[in-house]
């Protein structure tokens, strides 16, 4: 069972997704309001997967990514947001991060569509 983070500064999203995910099967082990929230919780709790909101309030998703760096105990980061992904231009392929999803559109089926 994939363990997942869900950072995003809306709490009813976090909820949502916490019962999609979970009802897919993976596993969530913590949630962040901040980029620096997601960031310690990455390194705290070293999940499989971060699901990360684009735009948080005191870092952007990409900024998140950045710190994360690409170490071998950094999670797989999927961004998302309400946003479309054109909306970032290149920035999402340029990231290191897994892949993007439309808030509208997580599903668990989405998200290991992504991680394979």
């Known amino acids: ?27 969530v082990v913590g949630e962040a309001d901040t980029g620096a929230a997601a960031i310690a919780a990455s390194r ?4 499989d997967v971060m699901l990360l909101d684009v735009q948080l309030p005191d870092m952007d998703g990409f900024a998140v990514l950045a710190q994360l760096g690409p170490n071998d105990g950094s999670p797989a980061v999927v961004l998302v947001s309400s946003r479309d992904a ?10 290191g991060a897994r892949g993007f999803i439309p808030k509208a559109e997580l599903s668990g089926t989405a998200l290991s569509d992504l991680l394979q």
């Not at 069972?1 to 596993?27: C, K, N, Q, W, Y």
């Not at 705290?44 to 999940?47: E, N, Y």
């Not at 909306?87 to 392929?93: C, F, P, T």
């Open 1 to 27: 069972m994939p363990t997942v983070v869900i950072a995003d500064d809306h709490p009813s999203f976090r909820a949502s997704a916490r019962a999609i995910l979970e009802a897919d099967g993976f596993e």
């Open 86 to 95: 054109s909306d970032y231009g290149g920035l999402i392929e340029q990231s």
């Open 44 to 47: 705290l709790l070293a999940p």
